[in-house]
C-alpha cells in the first residue's frame, strides 16, 4: 500500500480516538486514561515515522519545503498538548476543552497534509517509491511505539534538524532505524 493510503488510514483513526475521548467525558478516569494512551500509542508512533520516511524525503525539495517545515512544528504541538493531557487529572475539566482543540488542529493538520504535502509527495515520487515508503513507514511504527518518551524526543528534535546534523542526534537513539531490516544489511 502506498503511504498515501497508510497515512489517511492513521488520519482516520487518530480522529476517531480523540472523539471517543471526547465522548468518554462522563466516563471514570480509567476510561480517560486508557484513551489518552491509545492516542498516545498511535500519535506518537504515526508522527515519527512520518516526519523519517515522508517529511525528511520532502523537506529540501522546493516547493515543499516551507509546507513540510509547518507540518514539523503541528506536530510538536500536538504532542505537546497530548503529553499535558497524559498527565493531567481526568478529573479537571478543562481537559475536555484541551482534547476539542488537539482534534481541530490535528483536523486542520490532516487537512493540509493530505492536500499539499501529498501533492508535493505525488510529484517527487513514483507510485513504486511510495508503496516502498508505506512499507517503510509500517515496519517503522511498532518500533517507535516501543521507544521512551525521551527517545521519541530525540528523534523528534532530529527530524526537525538539517541532514546534516540528523545523524548526531539519533547516535543517542539507536534503537530507530527508519530503513526496514533488509535496508540496513542486516
Not at 467525558?25 to 520516511?53: C, F, M, N, Y
Not at 530525540?154 to 532505524?177: G, H, K, Q
Amino acid at each position: 500500500m502506498m503511504i498515501y493510503e497508510e497515512l489517511k488510514k492513521d488520519h482516520k483513526k487518530v480522529l476517531s480516538l480523540l472523539d471517543q475521548l471526547v465522548a468518554s467525558e462522563k466516563s471514570g478516569p480509567d476510561t480517560w486514561s486508557a484513551l489518552v494512551q491509545q492516542i498516545r500509542d498511535e500519535l506518537v508512533p504515526h508522527a515519527r515515522s512520518e516526519e523519517a520516511i515522508l517529511y525528511n524525503a520532502l523537506r529540501d525539495l522546493e516547493p515543499s519545503k516551507d509546507t513540510v517545515g509547518h507540518a514539523y512544528g503541528e506536530h510538536a504541538q500536538a504532542e505537546a498538548v497530548l503529553r499535558g493531557l497524559q498527565l493531567s487529572d481526568a478529573l479537571d475539566l478543562k481537559w475536555v476543552g484541551a482534547v476539542k482543540q488537539l482534534r481541530e488542529s490535528l483536523a486542520h493538520h490532516i487537512s493540509e497534509e493530505e492536500t499539499k504535502v501529498f501533492s508535493a509527495a505525488r510529484a517527487v515520487f513514483s507510485d513504486q517509491e511510495a508503496a516502498a515508503m508505506g512499507e517503510a513507514f509500517v515496519q517503522m511504527k511498532p518500533r517507535v511505539r516501543e521507544q521512551s518518551f525521551a527517545g521519541n524526543t530525540m528523534e523528534l528534535i532530529a527530524n526537525a534538524l538539517p541532514a546534516r546534523l540528523r545523524a548526531s542526534v539519533l547516535r543517542f537513539v539507536p534503537e530507530v532505524d527508519p530503513r526496514p531490516a533488509a535496508g540496513r544489511g542486516a
